[in-house]
């Protein structure tokens, strides 16, 4: 298995407060990404990155940042989390622009 | 702008059935294109991956999958499932080039019955 580690795994917040997932890679792989996978919508991009700082959105941005200050940490960040937001998410790496390797997943609940 | 249509939800299955997951995708020049399996309380695991040659591609566990470019489909098979194939099935695609993004389908979810 690729060497992708999500923190936490779990975790229960409350309506309007900031939430950071972190996403850490052992594969120096350029690319990281962020998906959240929801019941009836498969896994829908968030925000990925494609090197150190350099970041873009994805078609489900709105209320997340990210940011990547080193090659094998990717953060994402809710400012104000909602409940629109419980899902649970998964970091992604690549190195190419092709296979994806997946991390373990983070399940979100905001009450 | 892209996008991955899988047309069965939810199939249910008996062991040692054949299965067809079907999967049309949105977009007119050279894609790439996945396959990903999700085992109960785990992570995506790549099935299969075509990116160009041989349009019938094999996979793990005895999976494989066609890609018929004039139908824009790329549909999953496996001759006899088994119980331990229960699981959500991915289809995914992406364009060669640019940044590794991947669109995926809504998922199928496949239960196989003993």
């Known amino acids: 298995d690729a060497g992708i580690t999500q923190s936490p795994r779990h975790k229960v917040t409350e309506t309007g407060t900031p939430v950071t997932l972190r996403c850490h890679q052992t594969e120096n792989h350029r690319y990281m990404y962020w998906y959240r996978q929801d019941p009836g919508h498969g896994l829908r991009l968030i925000h990925y990155?494609?090197?150190?700082?350099?970041?873009d959105k994805g078609e489900v941005s709105d209320g997340y940042s990210v940011s990547r200050s080193k090659t094998e940490d990717f953060l994402l960040t809710l400012e104000s989390a909602t409940s629109s937001q419980t899902s649970v998410y998964f970091c992604?790496?690549?190195?190419?622009?092709?296979?994806?390797?997946f991390g373990e997943g983070s399940r979100l609940t905001v009450l | 702008a892209q996008s991955v249509s899988q047309h069965n939800h939810h199939v249910i299955l008996s062991e040692a059935a054949s299965l067809e997951l079907g999967c049309n995708y949105s977009?007119?020049?050279?894609?790439?294109l996945f396959w990903y399996v999700q085992y109960p309380g785990q992570h995506l695991q790549l099935l299969l991956k075509y990116f160009s040659g041989d349009p019938l591609v094999k996979g793990i566990k005895g999976f494989e999958a066609e890609f018929i470019k004039s139908k824009f489909s790329f549909n999953l098979r496996k001759p006899s499932v088994q119980w331990s194939d229960t699981a959500e099935y991915f289809c995914a695609v992406n364009v060669p080039g640019n940044t590794g993004k991947l669109i995926f389908g809504q998922g199928t979810t496949l239960q196989v019955k003993p």
């Open positions: 990155s494609y090197g150190v700082k350099d970041t």
């Open positions: 992604a790496i690549s190195e190419t622009a092709g296979e994806l390797f």
């Open positions: 977009y007119g020049g050279t894609v790439n």
